[in-house]
Protein backbone atom coordinates (compact mmCIF):
# COMPACT_ATOMS: atom_id res chain seq x y z
CA UNK A 1 0.00 0.00 0.00
CA UNK A 2 1.49 3.06 -0.93
CA UNK A 3 1.03 6.62 0.88
CA UNK A 4 2.28 10.10 0.09
CA UNK A 5 4.08 11.76 2.67
CA UNK A 6 2.04 15.19 4.03
CA UNK A 7 5.32 16.41 5.49
CA UNK A 8 9.04 15.49 5.11
CA UNK A 9 10.62 12.89 6.93
CA UNK A 10 12.64 14.12 10.44
CA UNK A 11 14.36 12.01 12.83
CA UNK A 12 11.40 11.90 14.71
CA UNK A 13 9.28 10.32 11.89
CA UNK A 14 12.69 7.84 11.31
CA UNK A 15 12.38 6.78 14.69
CA UNK A 16 8.34 6.36 14.19
CA UNK A 17 8.99 4.16 10.99
CA UNK A 18 10.90 1.56 13.35
CA UNK A 19 8.44 1.65 15.41
CA UNK A 20 5.77 1.21 13.03
CA UNK A 21 7.64 -2.07 11.38
CA UNK A 22 7.94 -3.60 14.88
CA UNK A 23 3.86 -3.31 14.70
CA UNK A 24 2.69 -7.21 13.95
CA UNK A 25 1.66 -7.77 10.61
CA UNK A 26 3.59 -5.39 8.97
CA UNK A 27 6.38 -6.36 6.60
CA UNK A 28 8.36 -4.06 4.73
CA UNK A 29 8.01 -0.14 4.72
CA UNK A 30 10.14 1.18 1.82
CA UNK A 31 10.53 4.97 1.45
CA UNK A 32 10.31 6.43 -2.29
CA UNK A 33 13.50 7.87 -3.88
CA UNK A 34 11.53 11.22 -3.99
CA UNK A 35 11.50 10.86 -0.17
CA UNK A 36 7.85 11.88 -0.73
CA UNK A 37 6.17 8.65 0.09
CA UNK A 38 6.12 4.79 1.52
CA UNK A 39 4.98 1.60 0.33
CA UNK A 40 4.00 -0.22 3.22
CA UNK A 41 3.97 -4.08 2.59
CA UNK A 42 1.55 -5.85 4.94
CA UNK A 43 0.23 -9.10 6.10
CA UNK A 44 -3.83 -8.13 4.94
CA UNK A 45 -5.31 -11.69 7.11
CA UNK A 46 -3.76 -9.30 10.31
CA UNK A 47 -4.41 -5.76 9.48
CA UNK A 48 -6.63 -3.72 7.46
CA UNK A 49 -5.36 -0.71 5.46
CA UNK A 50 -7.20 1.75 7.87
CA UNK A 51 -5.11 0.14 10.60
CA UNK A 52 -1.66 0.27 8.82
CA UNK A 53 -2.43 4.37 8.44
CA UNK A 54 -3.32 4.72 11.87
CA UNK A 55 -0.71 2.99 12.80
CA UNK A 56 1.55 5.43 10.99
CA UNK A 57 -0.45 8.27 12.17
CA UNK A 58 0.15 6.53 15.94
CA UNK A 59 4.31 7.22 14.82
CA UNK A 60 3.66 10.58 14.04
CA UNK A 61 3.90 9.96 9.78
CA UNK A 62 1.13 12.19 8.82
CA UNK A 63 0.16 10.02 5.41
CA UNK A 64 -2.41 10.32 2.70
CA UNK A 65 -3.70 6.75 0.95
CA UNK A 66 -3.14 6.38 -2.57
Known sequence: MRF???QPLDQAA???L???HAKYG???ITVADSLD???VE???ARL???EVEA???GAGISVLAE
Open 4 to 6: RLR
Open 14 to 16: LAG
Open 18 to 20: ATV
Open 26 to 28: IQK
Open 37 to 39: ALT
Open 42 to 44: YDA
Open 48 to 50: RPA
Open 55 to 57: ALA
